[in-house]
């Protein structure tokens, strides 16, 4: 069994009219499991059921809305993923590329920031650090395998 830290997309929605802004969460949950295709499938299930708390008290802004699993936008495998994650191990990262040190600053300190994220990484460029080979990433689009 190995550990894999999934990235779930989730969204708020009104319940009625028209929207032109959408609140997203990305949630970051541990999944245990003997493949990735396994981890790929529990962390949709788990996705899923998040979604399916329909709390009618909920409200974004002031109107009524609902939560919606968008999908699993990542999976990837645990540095150690034969060990329980534990303190200080890295479960995840994102890779993201930026114009200017300012940007980095404000990316730091909480604020607006234009980014690019690098998902999957880019054919012509490598990625900014390396990864061991039995680390791998499943994009959301597809299951695919892609080492990372």
Known sequence: MKWYAAHLILYFKRRQGPQKRFLVWENIVLIRAGSSDEAYDKAERHGRAEEAIDDETLTVGGRPSRLVFAGVRKLTECVDPDTRPGDGAEVTYNEMMVKSEGAIK???????????????FPDEEEPARSAPAEQTALPANGRKKRVV
């Not at 990316?107 to 998902?119: C, D, H, T």
């Open 106 to 120: 404000k990316l730091v300190a909480g604020r607006a920031a234009p980014v690019e994220m690098l998902e999957p």
